[in-house]
């Protein structure tokens, strides 16, 4: 059976990349983490490599994390809690840098590390039912690993208010604020990414590398390792917070969290 992740590298050099838990809305745990950073692993010892493309098998693109897991980590070591947090954290930022170009295609729901993944491509195209939301927050837990690649993709500016709020908003407001490139009709949507790849292969793949590994010297997304480490710190201990633990009980029991019900 088809694991998390599926991957396949077709004849010109370009590589689709499907999350694969479409039943939970490809929403990640450790085996997606572990298929995410195999494919990448398998694909950068691939010479022929020109294009990486994203997308969701089912409704949704991703719908961050699955929370039942995320709630299962949270009771384990603060080790184990680490580990997970530094392999999430490596699956974004090895996208974030990936020497080649990558477009993500979404649809239906983009939350939580869903947002930080598409921040990491360096194109997102968008059908007009995708919804956002950086979520984290509303469970007691932070976005720590993916705020560097958010930054970059819609400014400090933006991130201020929609990773403190963790609202919805839809594919418009998406593309207003950066973080989407492109908004399509929903069966417009792989059309529009074949013309994007296309395009993409029309220009020189070194020059693009060395484009790209350019614009990163100068983006929050080009962090030192100690600022790696930094961030994969707090958001392991955060997980582990009593406040992190009312929040995914809250989840888990559908009702409000007691913050939001002013005890």
Known sequence: MPGPVVTALDQRGVASVTLNRPEVGNAYNSAMIEGLLAAMDDLGVKPELRVVVFNGNGRHFQAGADLKWIREVGSASPEENERVSRATAEAVDRLNRLPVPTVALVQGGCFGG????????????????????????????TAAIIIPQLSDAVSARQLRRYALTGERFDAAEAHRIGLVHEVVPLDGLAGAGKAMVARLLENGPQAMAETKAWILQSAWGGFDRATFDALSASHAAKRRSAEAAEGLASFAEKRGADWARGK
């Open 114 to 141: 869903g947002t930080g993944m598409i921040a990491a491509c360096d194109v997102v195209i968008a059908a007009d039912n995708a919804v956002f939301s950086i979520s984290e927050v509303r469970w007691g837990l």
